[in-house]
């Protein structure tokens, strides 16, 4: 018998369950269901939703509070073996009951059946995120320093606040990114993929005006992960700068291919990728209540 477990902290057989539900559906579908800021908080046992099946969980759901001015937000995922049972409409249901409010979904991968059941469920079609790629051994421009610009990598345990400020800075306008805390940080810094070494932080009269960090994934695959100027640098080309600079260690590393996720509506920073090379490679979708 089924039964959707209303939100609440995950004991470790649910995480694993969780967790392999995800797996699965990654396998299944060519592209992961959640996202690393879901994935984190699955891993750590913190409050998500489950649908369990002989009590073992075959759905899951992520669930973010609203804070300040930014709607309730989640993100779920249905084992594969499990779907056409209604757990995802279940699940969705239960977000939505959650929020009280405005809600938005990510639909990672843009794939027809998450927007058959949004559609289904009444909501709209709200942001599109790209995600892009280029070969990391394709030829790449010199990567100018403007003028009283150094760059160096990133310290831990001494570069944590003036990166969170920058960030902070740098994207105002992108609350999911700019809000992030010292615990996010920390979080990631705990992460096998971290590596200092290609962190890259722009100084400019001894304060940092711009970052550019990377990932690793498994199968040689790199990631421009964050890339964010402070405002009052900007004009200096540093954004530029700043993507060869990752792009040109994540090559030498030995990568074979390179992603970057995207705002579709940021036309300027779609641009710049475009220059240098990067082409669309998938979609994800955020779904929206219409009220």
């Given amino acids: 018998m089924s039964e959707l477990r209303a939100r609440g902290t995950l004991g470790d057989a649910e ?6 539900s995800a ?6 579908d060519g592209v ?31 669930f973010d509070p609203a804070s300040g001015e930014e709607p309730a937000a989640g993100e779920l995922v249905v084992h594969p ?26 639909a990672h991968g843009d794939l027809p059946a998450a927007a058959a059941l949004a559609s289904a469920e009444g909501m709209r079609r709200a942001r599109a995120l790209f995600q892009m790629r280029r070969p990391a051994a394709d030829p790449l421009p010199e990567a100018r320093v403007a003028e ?31 809000a992030w805390t ?3 940080v920390r979080e990631r810094e705990a992460e096998d993929w971290f590596d200092p070494g290609g962190f890259f932080l722009a100084e400019r009269d001894g304060r940092l005006a711009g970052f550019h960090w990377t ?9 421009v992960y964050v890339v964010g100027v402070d405002p009052s640098a900007q004009g200096l080309g540093l954004g530029r700068t700043l993507t060869l600079r990752g792009l040109y260690h994540l ?3 030995g990568m074979d291919q390179i992603m970057l996720y995207v705002d579709e509506s940021n036309v300027a920073a779609v641009r710049l990728y475009e220059s240098l090379g990067f082409t669309r490679h998938a979609v994800d979708v955020m779904y929206a209540t219409t009220a």
């Fill in 15 to 20: 995480v694993a369950g969780a967790l392999e």
């Fill in 23 to 28: 797996r699965a559906a990654t396998d299944a």
């Fill in 32 to 62: 992961g269901p959640l996202s690393e800021h879901a994935l984190l908080a699955l891993r750590g046992g913190r409050s998500g939703l489950a649908v369990t099946d002989g009590g073992t969980v075959v759905a899951y759901a992520h």
């Fill in 81 to 106: 073996e499990h779907r056409r049972r209604g757990y995802g409409r279940a699940l969705l249901r239960a977000l939505r009951d959650e929020a009280g409010g405005p809600l938005r979904v990510w």
């Fill in 148 to 178: 009283g610009v150094t760059i160096r990598a990133f310290e831990p345990g001494r570069d944590e606040g003036a990166w969170l400020e920058v960030n902070a800075r740098a994207f105002a306008d992108h609350p999911e990114q700019g």
């Fill in 182 to 184: 010292m615990d996010d």
């Fill in 215 to 223: 990932k690793v994934h498994p199968g040689g695959v790199g990631e």
């Fill in 251 to 253: 090559r030498d590393i």
